[in-house]
């Protein structure tokens, strides 16, 4: 089988997680957590589709994601558009989830992954495991993120450390 060729590119990169998914769907039947799941999929698509982001991955309630360095702006007001909105959704189904996010940017890898016959586009690459490996207690992105930003954008942030990020003006710092 012929090798494939990934492309290098840079990307925003951000991994998406509900707090307290197994609490939200305990006691629930499978098929239930799938269509929760479903569900919320098709939410988090809709709401980062126009900012150009797209899912690369699930993992449960966990999602990898990634914007075109173009959109790295457009792409953070997107995700602090969808934590706002999950926030919303949840308090209206009951149940006591929030969204984690978590975004570097930097270079990745991207092309076909997978098992033959079975690939899929993915980002590899050390900005990957930066943004999987971020401390966050809500939203935050590096400072590779911030500089990326427009003066708009950033004053919607502020910085928190130590490492330095750059969390919600509203968000209460965290250790």
Known sequence: MPSMIPRRESRLIAFLDLTQFSRAVHGLEPEAVFAFL???????????GPSGGRIIKCIGDALLCDWPEASVDAGVRGLLDLRDFV?????KRAKPCKLDVKAHFGEVAVGPMGAPGEEREDVIGETVNIAAMLKSAGFAVTAEVFRKLKPETRKLLKKHTPPIT???LEDPHRD
């Open 38 to 48: 479903q569900d919320y999929y098709a939410q988090v698509a809709a709401e980062i």
């Open 166 to 168: 750059y969390i919600p």
């Open 87 to 91: 926030a919303a959704s949840m308090k």
